[in-house]
């Protein structure tokens, strides 16, 4: 995952909520026919976002982007949890 995947989420959950707000605020930002459509179709999207953005793994600092590498090299079989466990280990006994 790069951070080009979490800024799109973040831009789409931001502008779906943004178009939420602004029609219940009664400023139609794209003219549609029908008010109450355009209402409910804004809801759809703006909760579709949220869903997605909140779904999605969004892996911001550094210690979660190394883990994400850590959690690939696992399931691409180049280490195993085993191995990583161990150097978890060894981490923290050298820490100590």
Request: aromatic share 4%; glycine share 6%.
């Amino acid at each position: 995952m790069n951070n080009l995947d979490v800024i799109v989420r973040a831009a789409v959950l931001i502008l779906s909520l943004v178009n939420l707000v602004l029609t219940e605020l009664g400023v139609n930002p794209i003219p549609f026919a029908g008010e109450e459509s355009y209402a409910a179709v804004s809801s759809i999207v703006a909760s579709l976002a949220a869903v997605w953005a909140a779904w999605k793994n969004n892996s911001v600092t550094p210690a979660a982007k190394t883990g994400d590498k850590i959690m690939a090299a696992i399931k691409a079989g180049r280490v195993t949890a085993g191995e990583a466990e161990k150097l978890l280990e060894a981490i923290e006994k050298a820490a100590k």
